[in-house]
């Protein structure tokens, strides 16, 4: 039998793509002990942008949230998005902080850790793949997929041997912008499964409105586990729907033997959820669950899209948006054919943006894209275009060793900075994250703790419980 197994996304990436992870805790906790029954093969339930929503938006302690599903959730395995070197925050962490971020997330209950490159850098995911490993917890790696002239079946073949090298317990095809095609899927599948021992999860949205065809030929392929979310936060910019997925499989080989009452149950509490995330205004259904197939001619995955709106908009520049979408895979060849996804993604779109707007072509080169050419997100998959290269960073050197190796210990010096606000050891890790936003949220949690209400401004504080 070739039973297939489900991750469900509901409580990271359905409310991520379609909500700005605007979900609270208080509407994920009621629906803990269904979904503990349900017999999921894990819940992704953190990671991604919810550890900087909690503390943002909702002044939300990420690891108070981790504790209380993990306690909430004995039965069910929990598992987590981790971006490599980058954490959960925007730039490389030394080795360090991401040993001790590692951890404490498998200490709070975390069971499965996916981490990925933007680059698809394997020497980005060492350290925090070294150190799952040491503390106990399942090292899930992730090739970030997409097309070009450098990313074909045998650059990720190549790429997913690597990754068992590495000492990966699962292979993640990690499809963020839903780029792969169903044929394709099941192609890719059929040959990592002949050239690694490792099971194989397939992760998809469905922005171009083929995810569930993706999902349906990679199981035939002999996928082991997919990526769906239940109805009320499902498909469009999200991943396809579980339920939908589980009648499909029903009855056949891949059946997996999860129980549609079961999840009907879970689905209309969630869908309270989404009622309540539409009306203050964090969902527009009519966007989110829109099928986009500029997404297949661009390669502009959903969130950048979004992104390039708003940069025109602002610039009072919206006619140029076809020119800004043509000059994206343009500025993409140049830079050696990075992955689209965060943050590569916004750096190449902002570049883009700035191209068409300065009227030339890299007159105005922002630190990220920089930085981007002188190596210091890790190796680029592609043959940089020189000329591109010299007129951005000039004679600065680019470094081609692992960028994290020129970062000295930072640990210790990051406890001192937050002295003053530390109440527990993921404190010094929240402050690492986002040293300019945690120190509000302490301020709030010990005004909190001494029950004194603080002037709240931003709408997600006033639908908070105190």
């Known amino acids: 039998m070739a039973k297939v197994l489900i991750t469900d996304t509901i409580l990271r990436d359905g409310h991520q793509s379609q909500a700005a992870t605007r979900m609270r805790t208080d509407e994920m906790l009621p629906a803990c002990e269904r979904l503990n029954k349900v017999g999921y093969f894990s819940l992704e339930c953190w990671g991604g942008a919810t550890y900087d929503a909690c503390i943002r938006f909702l002044n939300e302690d990420p690891w108070e949230r981790l504790r209380q599903l993990r306690k909430a959730l004995p039965d069910t395995k929990l598992q987590m998005l981790l971006r490599g070197q980058n954490l959960l925050g925007y730039r490389p962490y030394s080795d360090d902080v991401v040993e001790f971020f590692v951890k404490k997330a498998v200490e709070n209950g975390i069971d499965i850790i996916r981490c990925f490159d933007a680059l698809n850098d394997l020497r980005n995911m060492q350290t925090a793949v070294k150190a799952t490993k040491k503390y106990g917890g399942t090292a899930e790696i992730a090739l970030s997929y ?40 099941y192609s890719l599948v059929k040959r990592l499964k002949a050239a690694s021992s490792l099971p194989v999860a397939l992760h998809t949205h469905n922005t171009t409105g083929t995810g569930a065809m993706v999902l349906l030929k990679a199981a035939e392929a002999g996928c082991d586990i997919i990526d769906t979310c239940l109805s009320p936060l499902a498909s469009g910019t999200s991943q396809p729907c579980t339920e939908s997925l589980v009648a499909t499989f029903q009855g056949t080989e891949y059946d997996t033997g999860l129980d549609l009452n079961l999840l009907a149950g879970l689905a209309e509490h969630f869908r309270g959820v989404a009622d309540r995330l539409t009306k203050d205004g964090f969902r527009d259904p009519g966007r989110v669950l829109s099928v986009d197939v500029k997404t297949l001619q661009y390669q502009v995955p959903g969130g950048m899209l979004s992104n390039l709106i708003g940069q025109l908009k602002s610039a009072n520049a919206m006619d140029k948006y076809y ?85 000295p210990p930072e640990l210790d010096k990051l406890r001192d900075e937050m002295r003053e606000w530390y109440q527990k050891e993921e404190d010094v890790l929240t402050y690492a994250m986002f040293p300019k936003v945690a120190p509000k949220f302490f301020e709030y949690r010990a005004a909190q703790q001494l029950r004194i209400e603080p002037e709240m401004t931003d709408k997600d504080q006033k639908v908070m419980p105190v």
């Open 146 to 185: 997409t097309s070009s002239p450098v990313h074909n079946e045998d650059y990720f073949v190549r790429l997913a041997e690597e990754i068992e090298k590495m000492g990966a317990d699962i292979i993640c095809i990690k499809d963020m912008a839903n780029l792969l095609l169903p044929y394709d899927a």
């Open 323 to 407: 020119e800004v979408l043509a000059e994206v895979p343009r500025v993409r060849e140049e830079f050696g054919y990075p992955p689209l996804v965060t943050p590569t993604s916004q750096i190449v779109g902002t570049q883009a943006v700035m191209n068409v707007l300065m009227g030339e072509r890299y007159k105005m080169v922002p630190q990220e894209s920089k930085d981007l050419l002188a190596g210091h997100y890790g190796k680029l998959p592609g043959k940089v275009n020189e000329d591109v290269r010299k007129k951005c960073i000039g004679d600065q050197e680019v470094i081609t060793c692992r960028f994290a190796d020129t970062l």
